[in-house]
C-alpha cells in the first residue's frame, strides 16, 4: 500500500538511536537504492514541492531504480495537487537521459523531513553494490545511445521543417496576443498539418495537441548548429520536438543572425521567451540582436555564452517579476549585463488583474496594459544604469 505523503517538523541530519546512533552518522552513500527504500523515502516528502524539486526528485528515483521506480514514483506524485499525468511522462522521460542528480537526494531532502531507515537500509554485500553499479552505469549507457539518436532524429526533423515553412507572418494570432509585435527575421511558420507530415505526430502540449498556424523558432547551439526547433500556436501553446528532451545548456534562439566580430556597437538582449526578446528589441534603435534562453534555467548559460562571444557589445537581460527573477539577476551580473525589471504602477497592475484574472510579471505583459513607449523608457532607464552590481 502506498504511504501518504506528510511532512515533519525539525530539519537536519538525524542520528539513528541504536548501531548507527553508537558509530555515527551514516552517510547517504551507504543506504542502498532498494524500493523499499525508495517508497519510504518518499513519504517524507510533499509531492507538492516546487517543480524544479519535483523534477529533481524524479530524477534521483529513477538513479535508484531506472525504469522500475517509475510506479513509485508516479503513485507518489499523484497524491499532489498539481499532478498531471502528461506532465509526468515529460519529466520522467527527462529522468531517464544521463545527468548528475542522484539517488543521494532524494535522501537527503527525505532525512532533512525526518525518514530514519531501519538498520536493514544499510545492510548490502559487496557483491550486490558492485552488482548495483554495473546496472547503473548500463542503463546510463544505454540512455546515451538512445538520446543520442533522439537527437539526430530532431535535427533532422528540424531540417526538413524549416525548408518547408514559410517566413512568419505579422497577422498571426499569437503575435497579434501580444500587442501587435512583428515577426523577427529568423521565424518560420508551417501549419500544424505540414509538421505532422514531416515528424508523423501532431505537436502536444499539457496533453492538448497545437492547432493551426505554427510559429516555428531554431534552436541553436552554442556551436551555431539547429538541433531542434520549438513550436507555438494560435493560442500560445508551446512544444518542442519529441526526443530532445532537456536542451543543452547553452542552446537559444536568436531573432537575428549574431554579428560578425566582438560585437562592438551592438547590444544584446536576453529573455526567458521569444516575445519577451522581441518586445525588447523592438524598443531600441541602436544595432540590436535578441536572444531566448526558453527556460529560466539557462538564461545563466546563454549569458555567459553571448559575454564570450560578443564580448563588446552590451548586454540586457530582461527578466520576469517572481518566478524566474533570480535566474535573471544572476545572469546579469555573471555576465556585466544591464537587467531591466518590469515595473508596474498600481492602476496597471489592478488594470490587468481585471483583464487576465492573474498580476503581470514580463515585459510584455507592460507593452498590453502600458504600451511600447512605457517599454521604450524601461529598457531605456535600465540601459543608462549599466550593468548590475554584484550586490543585487
Partial sequence: PRLPARTHSGGG?????????????????????????????????????????????????????????????????????????????????????????????????????????????????????????????????????????????AKTWADEILKKAKPLRPDHPNLISHAGIQPAPTQMEIHVRGAKEITGYYPYSDGEYLKGRLIVNPVRSTDGEIITVD???????KAGLKGVGTKPQGCHYATDCIPEGDGEGYIWILAEGSADTKTGQEAIEDKCVGFAALSKSNLLHVAKFLQKRLPKAKGLVIGDLGNGQEDAEKAAKESGAALCLPKFTPEQNEAFRQQHGKAPKDINDLRQIAGPEAVKAQIAAALEAGPVSRTV
Avoid: C, H
Avoid at 39 to 67: K, N
Fill in 231 to 237: 513550436f507555438i500556436d494560435e493560442d500560445g501553446r
Fill in 13 to 153: 541530519m538525524t542520528t539513528r538511536n541504536n548501531k548507527a546512533g553508537r558509530t555515527g552518522r551514516r552517510s547517504r552513500a551507504e543506504i542502498p537504492p532498494t524500493p523499499e527504500n525508495v517508497r519510504t523515502a518518499l513519504a517524507y516528502i510533499s509531492p507538492d514541492v516546487p517543480r524544479e524539486v519535483w523534477i529533481l526528485i524524479l530524477f534521483a528515483v529513477y538513479d535508484a531504480l531506472g525504469e522500475g521506480g517509475r510506479d513509485l514514483a508516479e503513485d507518489w506524485s499523484r497524491l499532489g495537487e498539481t499532478y498531471k499525468a502528461a506532465d509526468f511522462k515529460s519529466a520522467w522521460k527527462s529522468a531517464s537521459k544521463p545527468g548528475k542528480t542522484t539517488v543521494g537526494t532524494l535522501w537527503r531532502k527525505a532525512l532533512d523531513a525526518g525518514w530514519k531507515p531501519g538498520d536493514d537500509a544499510y545492510q548490502e554485500s559487496e557483491a550486490d553494490r558492485q552488482k548495483r553499479e554495473r546496472d547503473r552505469q548500463e542503463r546510463n549507457r544505454k540512455a546515451e545511445q538512445e538520446a543520442q539518436q533522439e537527437l539526430e532524429q
